[in-house]
Structure formats: structure tokens, C-alpha cells
């Protein structure tokens, strides 16, 4: 494939749009930090235990940012254990986001428990604290607005390429934007369409593969044909205009640009939710998006489920007992095996019974959402239930 010595300029066979500058802006917003010399050590010995143990560049940075954070809010805590546990009472007793209060209580308390473990405390100032429920704060996106998305990135620069395959390639695999920040180029398998994530990138720490559309492989290759010739395989496949990693903050920046464009607010995650939303509504079961999104549990994948009403209603409308019940009155039984096969061709019952069978497993994973354990036991029940019914059906 051939590439051009193009960075951010006009790319040839597209008239240029008035593409938004690209960004290095960082926010200052970070708190003044003025650890003592005890407890600087305590820090600096906890990360490189955690780097050791191959903890990712982002949780490292999490624990220096908590830890960090907490002692500039509350400098008495350094002073000694009754303080410090009275400040973290005091900090943990904010009104924060659950999300937010879940958050420190990991990194804080990972850092305790390590302070305990080497003799520096005595005991865990959080250690009687529990995480909180997290509804999570997840939003249906139409398709429509995410349409309206693509078309903004200009296409005839490197930048505008680079933006546009980065959002097909987040909406069509749920990729979190710190692994595809991180991908190069032979990590990219174009011939079957997939990306291999190794597991150093991915949060997890466990190498999954992502496949990808035709649409999203030519967005891809549309990218790399604007690459720098000289970049070779080092450079990250979304860089920035002058071959340098494109970091977390300079993509959010991006998004942002685009958001305000269309007037609707998307962070990058958000590409995620949409990608998990959209792939059950499209009939993709919960057991495979768990494993596409890399989670480690299914009671993570089910928090990125969310019902809107649309969906509620229509699901109501297929699934009503009362309708069913006065609908079949209306038909004849010969009728009514007629209407459940509509749709399929008569040599196609195979398809008609996996479709049906799909549509029950969606409807037992929303009832038991919340209850992964009955599930299973409903389940065995149904299976007992089978056997006997199989018994008595010989027997007779």
C-alpha cells in the first residue's frame, strides 16, 4: 500500500472542509502536592511493587493520583494514624458519584492495605468501608447522531482521517479508547478483518481479538495511506499529526470539538456504550459481548445494558400476555402456524428456531439481570423439568 509524506494538510480526491485544529492543550488542573519524606517512600515503594506486579501505566497513574490527592486535601493525615483515619472518614464522606467514591476507595485502600502489610500502620483507615452500587450513568445515542458524528472529521487530512477510523473502530468492536490508543500497526490483522489486542494493552491484562466490518478496514487503510513514509511500525496507528502518541486527553479534546459541532455531548467511552447497546439490540447475545468487551465478569457487561422506553415498549408489544392470548382467539390453528412462520422460507426452519430461541435467551437475561445465580438455577430446573417430561412421554 502506498503512503504519502502527508500530515495535516489537504489530501488529494477530496475537497477539504473547514477541519478544526488539532490540539495539544492539557488542562492544568492537577492539586499541588507536598508529601513528606515518610510517607513519598511509602508511595514510591507501593508503585514499584504494583509496576512489578505489571500493573498498566493508567492504574499506576490512578494510585499516584488518589493517594496524592487525598494527602494535599488532608496534610494533617501524614502527622499520625488517628488523624489520618479522622481525614479519611472525612474524605470519604463527601457527596461524590458512587463511580467517584468506588474509585478512591480501590486505590486508597490498596495503598492502606500495603501500608499494613509492611508494618507502617496498624490497621486500614478504610477498611470497614464497602463499594457503593453504581447504576452507572449510561445514555442511548441514536443512530442518527452517531451519523451526524462521522460526517464531521475532514477526510482530506491526516488528522481527519485519523479521527474518522478511530470512531468506526470504537463504534464496530467496543474497544476502550486507552487500548486503541495503544495499538500499532501489526496489531491490525487486515486480510481477516481483525484487530489483536496483546495483554499488556488490554485493562484486563488478557490478549482478545476484535473483528471489524469491510467499512471499518477501509477507513484503516484510507488511514495508514496518509501515514509518514519515514514512520515505519513504531509509530502508534493513532498518532498525532507529527508521529507522537496521541494521549487520552488530546482524543477527548478531539471528541469534544466534535460534539460541539452537532451540538450533542459524546465522550469516547460513550462510543463504547453505544457499540454494546446496539450490539444486543441487533440481536448479539450478552455472553459474546462480554467477551468482545473484555470483561472479566458478567455482572460488568449487564451495567452497560440500558432499556429505553422505545425498546421497553416494542418489547412489550412482541411479548404481552394478554395480546397473545385474545390474538390467538382471532386465528385458527392453522392460521396461527402460518403467522409464526412468516418471514422464513419453508425449507428455512432451522433459521426460524434459532431465531426464536435467540429472542428467549434475551428475555431471560433481562429478567435475571440482576441475578446471575437464579439464572443457572432456573436453568437446572428447566433441564430436570425436560428430563422428566421425557420420561413420561416414553413411559406413556
Known sequence: MA??????????????????????????????????????????????????????????????????????????????????????????????????????????????????????????????????????????????????????????????RRDFAFMLLSIDTGIRPSEALQLRIENVDFAHRKVELPAHVCKTREKRELPFCEE???????????????????????????????????????????????SKKIRPYDMRHFFSQAFLRNEGDVFSLKKILGHRSLEMTQRYISLSSDDVEESHKKASPAHNLFGRKKESPRQERKSASEGFPSNDRPRQSAAAALSTQQALMHLFKNDPTGFMRFVGQISDFMALFSQSHQTA
Open 3 to 160: 503512503r504519502t509524506g502527508v500530515t495535516d494538510v489537504k489530501l488529494k480526491g477530496r475537497k477539504r472542509k473547514n477541519s478544526p485544529p488539532e490540539t495539544n492543550k492539557k488542562k492544568s488542573s492537577k492539586e499541588k502536592v507536598s508529601l513528606n519524606e515518610v510517607w513519598t517512600a511509602r508511595l514510591q515503594n507501593f508503585i514499584e511493587l504494583k509496576t512489578a506486579q505489571q500493573r498498566s501505566e493508567r492504574t499506576l497513574e490512578d494510585y499516584r493520583k488518589h493517594v496524592t490527592q487525598f494527602f494535599s486535601r488532608y496534610p494533617g493525615a501524614m502527622n499520625d494514624e488517628k488523624s489520618l483515619r479522622r481525614d479519611a472518614m472525612k474524605y470519604m464522606s463527601q457527596k461524590i458519584k458512587p463511580a467517584t467514591y468506588n474509585l478512591r476507595l480501590s486505590n486508597l485502600g490498596a495503598f492502606f492495605d500495603y501500608c499494613c502489610r509492611e508494618s507502617e500502620l496498624e490497621k486500614n483507615p478504610l477498611q470497614e468501608l464497602n463499594r457503593v452500587k453504581d447504576p452507572g450513568h449510561f445514555k442511548r445515542i441514536p443512530d442518527e447522531i452517531i451519523m451526524e458524528l462521522l460526517e464531521q472529521p475532514d477526510r482530506s487530512t491526516f488528522v481527519g
Open 216 to 262: 471499518t478496514k477501509v477507513a484503516l487503510e484510507e488511514l495508514l495511506s496518509a501515514r509518514r513514509n519515514l514512520w515505519g511500525n513504531s509509530v502508534p496507528l493513532f498518532s498525532t499529526c507529527n508521529g507522537t502518541p496521541l494521549s487520552d486527553r488530546e482524543w477527548s479534546d478531539r471528541m469534544g470539538v466534535y460534539s460541539r459541532k452537532i
